[in-house]
């Protein structure tokens, strides 16, 4: 497997990712689908089959994470002990 183009999900610091295949014969890349990729890198949710799919459910799936990442730190701030 092998990355080809990034592009820009708005200003979520995330990027939708070309995913595929190296034509050996012809040294371009055939694109097999489009990965989320939040902003370490890391592939998120599954492979869509359009870069339209990929970057319309790439800022929801940026929301959420943002989201989760939020409620996981005042999670962790109320179980803090103040004695």
Not at 68 to 76: F, N, R, V
């Amino acid at each position: 497997m092998m990355i080809g183009h990034a592009y820009p999900v708005e200003d979520t610091g995330w990027s939708v990712l070309e995913v595929g295949e190296l034509d050996r014969a012809t040294f371009t890349l055939v694109v097999q689908g489009y990965q989320v990729s939040n902003r370490a890198g890391e592939s998120i949710g599954e492979l869509y089959a359009t870069l339209d799919a990929a970057l319309s459910a790439a800022p929801s799936l940026a929301l959420f994470a943002l989201k989760q990442a939020a409620e996981g730190s005042a999670c962790s701030e109320n179980r803090q002990s103040t004695t």
